[in-house]
C-alpha cells in the first residue's frame, strides 16, 4: 500500500474516531436534556394539578367571597403559561 493511501486512511480514521467521540458527548448531553425535561414536565404537572385543586374550592365558594381567590388563580394560570413557554420554546426550535 503507497504511503499517500496509508495517510489518507489515516486520516479518514481520525475522523471516525473524532466522530465517535462527539457522538458521545452529544448522547450524554441528551440524556441530560431528557432528564431536565422530565423533571420541568413534573413540575407542570404539579402546577397543573394546584390549579385544579383551586378551581374546585372557587366552585364551592359562596358568591360574596369567591373574588378573593381570583388574584391566586390567576397569578396560578400565568405561572402554568410561563412554564409551558418555556419547555416548548427549545421544542419548538427542532420542529422541521
Same mark, same amino acid.
Given at each position: 500500500?503507497?504511503?499517500?493511501?496509508? +495517510?489518507?486512511?489515516?486520516?479518514?480514521?481520525?475522523?471516525?474516531?473524532?466522530?465517535? +467521540? =462527539?457522538?458521545?458527548?452529544?448522547?450524554? =448531553?441528551?440524556?441530560?436534556? =431528557?432528564?431536565?425535561?422530565?423533571?420541568?414536565?413534573? /413540575?407542570? +404537572?404539579?402546577?397543573? &394539578?394546584?390549579?385544579?385543586?383551586?378551581?374546585? +374550592? @372557587? =366552585?364551592?365558594?359562596?358568591?360574596?367571597?369567591?373574588?378573593?381567590?381570583?388574584?391566586? /388563580? &390567576?397569578?396560578?394560570?400565568?405561572? @402554568?403559561?410561563?412554564?409551558?413557554?418555556?419547555?416548548?420554546?427549545? /421544542?419548538?426550535?427542532?420542529?422541521?
Amino acid at each position: 500500500m503507497s504511503e499517500m493511501k496509508q +495517510t489518507y486512511i489515516a486520516s479518514v480514521e481520525a475522523h471516525i474516531i473524532d466522530a465517535a +467521540t =462527539k457522538l458521545g458527548e452529544l448522547m450524554g =448531553k441528551g440524556d441530560n436534556v =431528557k432528564a431536565e425535561f422530565h423533571a420541568q414536565v413534573a /413540575i407542570l +404537572t404539579a402546577q397543573r &394539578d394546584a390549579l385544579v385543586a383551586m378551581v374546585s +374550592t @372557587l =366552585k364551592e365558594t359562596g358568591e360574596e367571597s369567591w373574588h378573593e381567590l381570583t388574584s391566586g /388563580i &390567576d397569578s396560578a394560570v400565568d405561572t @402554568l403559561k410561563a412554564g409551558f413557554a418555556v419547555i416548548q420554546a427549545p /421544542i419548538g426550535a427542532l420542529a422541521p
